[in-house]
């Protein structure tokens, strides 16, 4: 599956922003999707994973209750809403698909095709 992810942009702090996520060549919603970010100078984190399944969702503790990911599947994409952004938030985002075992959804090696990012800036 072909990702691409699209939506960043430059954004004060405390704004929001929302990051597509769109495949092409397999559905979807078969594979589990994450997004991971990655600052310079820092290694890639996980952000927020959604199952392939159950839509259940997981998220890093640093974005829970400010960040959401969700499907469409008749969009076969996925979004990643961002709010109350702040400089901390400022990374590359990729999003990512796989068929991760539950307890390894925040393995950025677990996931085997990324799209090719989205820079994320958040200004104080």
């Known amino acids: 599956v072909q990702l691409q992810a699209s939506g960043g942009g430059l954004v004060q702090e405390g704004g929001s922003l929302r990051l597509s996520c769109a495949a092409s060549?397999?559905?979807?919603?078969?594979?589990?999707v994450a997004w991971f970010r990655q600052a310079p100078g820092k290694e890639r984190e996980f952000v927020a994973h959604?199952?392939?399944?159950?839509?259940?969702?997981y998220y890093a503790d640093s974005v829970k209750g400010r960040f959401r990911i969700s499907r469409d599947s008749s969009k076969n994409a996925v979004y990643l809403q961002m709010t109350s952004l702040k400089p901390e938030d400022t990374a590359t985002y990729y999003c990512?698909?796989?068929?991760?075992?539950?307890?390894?959804?925040?393995?950025?090696?677990?996931?085997?095709?990324w799209g090719q990012g989205t820079l994320v800036t958040v200004s104080s």
């Open positions: 990512a698909t796989g068929r991760p075992v539950l307890s390894a959804y925040d393995v950025s090696s677990m996931y085997y095709s």
């Open positions: 060549g397999r559905t979807l919603s078969t594979y589990a």
């Open positions: 959604i199952r392939q399944s159950s839509s259940a969702t």
